[in-house]
């Protein structure tokens, strides 16, 4: 049984947004698919490095070329994409509060509502960092591989995760040098394919230490970095000055929850996957039963989760809304569960596993 | 289970929990202040930031205001922390005759209260406020409105209370309320137990929660003000903004009640979202541009039409505002009275139990004098106002323990 003709509203336009839509769509279901950007792709389209996983994880496939398939797929259904749209309030009952190219603004009844929101880079505040050269590693990919700038000469990466490897590499590509990698852990933190291709151009690694402060007169000119002991205690006497233009900082991501908060999604804390983040169950469902929450608004993993997830909600809203039997949504819901499953196999996904399945298990409990 | 002992409980960490905290404080008393949530979680901490004088009606409110501008002038340098107090001066935007006409007998009788405000013309308003709408007559202006942060302003009287001894205790409400031979002992959600000689309940919007417990209705409730927040822009003018229509609307208690007497779908939305407007700049840039006065009950959702409506009453006196990016909006919910009064006092049939709530918008305006009042009353000395307009028993009634 359809209940009404109320559009599942899709709120980010990124990997998880788009393969959530592509699903409904394909279902027969109707979609809005809403985002803030000029572009749809979310971070996809900056991620020139290939992925990981098996064949049906677009295994070596460049980030850049999955967005171009899901954009092709979203036009070839005709899905209703709405860009520099907004969504800046959400009613209970359900309804979404959207502001059009920053002018227009409109209220839309929705069937479900999926939250693909992402995710936002973390700062870290010392002395200097508001002089210009000081940037979110982010925001130094997007500078590179989106709008082909260079943000700086030579560069200094804050935090040595994936994020802070691959765009140090990235910027390495583009021209750049880079003047070291800093970690405060005493390990670092990103896969071993990536680290290594850094490391063996030359750039130095050093692990427990941490930046002090930047330096200069206009913008960045220096950066001194220290060693730190096991309380994260800058050890007097290890000062090292590096002479940079740029300071990339990669130290995490924390989930964008802000209108699953609207929503009044139960949030749990879970540190390893971001920080604050709406519960969700084995369908992607928040504790609010018309509100789903997919890719890293639900945890931060990889653009490959994002996809499943996203996927896994579209087929499950589908269902809610009546327009998929019964069997079709076990088998579909169980063969995207088993490639999440998949990705996150192995040691580099273990914890991130162990994480999900205690969000499950929370859920279960409530 | 912890048992606490003080001599005065407040119930309620906004400005005039604060604000009496740190008064008593001063005064020796030992002071536990508890609160629900946290300190300004209700409207104290979504709410302006503006200290006004033009807007009271001429009498009692009016006198307190001008005593509790003093005060703010002193604890600016009393307190332990800055609390952007400034004196930009205020105008009330004219937009008509009939609202000059209205305006000009207001002006007469507040400065028949000795209050220093006058009408100026369209030449004078634009020296003030250059990117003014072409249409706006005149306007009225005092030089001595004023604004002041109200988080800052509650921090600040917490720490100065803190480095007199009192103890805050946030996420904790008091779940029952016995009367002992001298003085009340409260019981906590937290398993606590608190005996104190005097209770004061400055709970605002949620007052009635508490004198329920000694089986006391309060007629206070709540009024949603609905508030939009602009990105940090430069300086538009030298001064706070209103409108003559906000004030018409806030001297006419009876349109209020109207709203709240049903028949709301067949008012003009204006109407029925009680639109006034109120348009401030922070110290950081971002103007606060307000406001609603409506009775929604609890509901604190800040709605498109409404948000609507502000905005478009923003870009109608200042057009240069088509241009701004709103960030964020938010609702506060003020605690209103029937008669505009707030409740001041010792409940009746509950020695040592004590209100101090219903100040609907002048909250933070008058938390110095409510802070002074309160403690002059707790302490037995007589206040150096007529107390009886702000009696908490004037709708009748008594605790019923």
């Known amino acids: ?366 | 289970m912890a048992y606490l002992r003080c001599d005065v409980a407040i119930l309620g960490a906004g400005v005039n929990g604060t604000s009496i905290a740190y008064e008593l404080s001063k005064r020796g008393k030992k002071v536990l202040l508890i609160d629900k949530i946290v300190m300004g979680a209700g409207a104290s901490g979504s709410c302006d930031d503006m200290i006004l004088l033009q807007s009271k009606k001429p009498g009692i409110l009016l006198e307190m205001a001008f005593k509790s501008l003093e005060l703010f002038e002193s604890l600016k340098d009393e307190l332990p922390s800055d609390i952007e107090f400034e004196t930009r001066g205020g105008t009330i935007l004219i937009e008509d005759e009939e609202h000059l006409a209205i305006m000009e007998d207001f002006v007469a009788s507040q400065n028949k209260y000795g209050l220093d405000v006058e009408i100026i013309d369209r030449k004078r308003l634009l020296q003030l406020q250059p990117l003014v709408a072409e249409d706006i007559i005149a306007s009225t202006y005092s030089a001595r409105d004023s604004q002041v942060n109200p988080m800052l302003l509650m921090k600040a009287f917490l720490l100065g209370a803190r480095q007199k001894g009192m103890e805050l205790l946030s996420r904790t409400r008091a779940t029952s309320v016995e009367r002992l031979n001298s003085g009340w002992r409260l019981l906590l959600d937290s398993g606590d137990s608190v005996e104190t000689e005097v209770v004061v309940n400055a709970a605002g919007a949620w007052a009635n929660d508490i004198t329920k417990l000694i089986g006391f209705e309060v007629p206070i409730t709540p009024r949603k003000g609905q508030v939009i927040v602009t990105e940090a822009i430069p300086p538009l003018g030298a001064t706070n903004v209103w409108s003559a229509q906000y004030i018409v609307s806030k001297l006419k208690p009876q349109d209020a009640a109207k709203n709240a007497s049903g028949g709301a779908a067949a008012q003009a939305p204006a109407e029925r979202f009680g639109l006034g407007f109120a348009f401030t700049g922070t110290h950081n840039g971002n103007y606060l541009i307000g406001s609603t006065r409506e009775n929604r009950g609890f509901d604190k959702s800040t709605d498109p039409e409404a948000i609507g409506l502000l905005s478009a009453q923003v870009e109608r006196f200042f057009p240069v505002m088509s241009k701004i990016n709103f960030i964020r909006t938010f609702a506060g919910l003020r605690p209103s009275t029937p008669d505009g009064y707030p409740f001041l006092g010792e409940i009746p049939g509950a020695p040592g139990f004590f209100i101090a709530a219903g100040h609907e918008g002048d909250g933070i305006a008058l938390s110095p004098i409510t802070a002074l009042v309160m403690a002059d009353l707790i302490t037995g000395k007589k206040p150096k106002f007529p107390m009886e307009t702000f009696d908490p028993g004037r709708f009748g009634g008594k605790a019923g323990l």
């Open chain 1, 1 to 366: 049984m359809r209940n009404d003709e109320k559009p599942a509203i899709v709120v980010g336009a990124g990997p998880a947004g788009l393969c959530a839509a592509i699903e409904l769509k394909k279902a027969g279901a109707p979609v809005v698919l809403m985002d803030e950007n000029a572009k749809p792709g979310g971070q996809l389209f900056k991620q020139i490095h290939k992925f990981f996983g098996s064949q049906e994880h677009k295994a070596g496939i460049r980030g850049f070329d999955i967005g171009k398939e899901l954009l092709a797929e979203s036009l070839r259904l005709g899905i209703d994409v709405r860009l520099k749209t907004e969504v800046v309030g959400i009613e209970l009952g359900l309804k979404v509060w959207a502001v059009e190219d920053r002018t227009k603004s409109y209220t839309l009844d929705a069937g479900k509502l999926i939250l693909a929101t992402g995710a936002t880079e973390n700062a870290l505040s010392f002395p200097g960092w508001t002089l210009p050269g000081v940037m979110t590693a982010g925001c130094a990919q997007t500078l590179i591989n989106v709008h082909r700038v260079l943000p700086g000469k030579r560069i200094l990466m804050v935090g040595s995760g994936n994020v802070g490897v691959i765009v140090a590499y990235q910027l390495m590509q583009a021209g750049a040098q880079v003047a070291a990698v800093i970690e405060a852990l005493p390990r670092l933190g990103g896969y071993g394919v990536h680290t290594a291709k850094v490391r063996r151009a030359g750039v130095p690694f050093y692990c427990s230490t941490t930046i002090i402060r930047a330096e200069g007169a206009e913008s960045v000119e220096r950066a001194v970095i220290a060693s730190i002991d096991a309380k994260f205690q800058p050890i007097p006497g290890t000062e090292q000055i590096l002479d940079v233009d740029t300071i990339c900082l990669a130290v995490g991501l924390t989930p964008s929850i802000e209108l699953s908060c609207l929503a009044e999604c139960k949030q749990i804390y879970i540190p390893e996957l971001g920080g604050n983040m709406p519960a969700h169950d084995e369908y992607m469902r928040s504790s609010n039963q018309s509100v789903y929450v997919v890719g890293d608004i639900a945890g931060v993993e990889e653009a490959s989760t994002a996809m499943e997830e996203g996927r896994l909600a579209g087929i499950h809203a589908a269902w809610a809304m009546g327009y998929m039997d019964d069997q079709t949504m076990k088998i579909k819901t169980d063969e995207t569960r088993g490639r999440l499953q998949a990705l996150r196999q192995g040691i580099f996904g273990q914890k991130r596993f162990a994480a999900k399945e205690r969000i499950l298990a929370m859920r279960k409990d409530a």
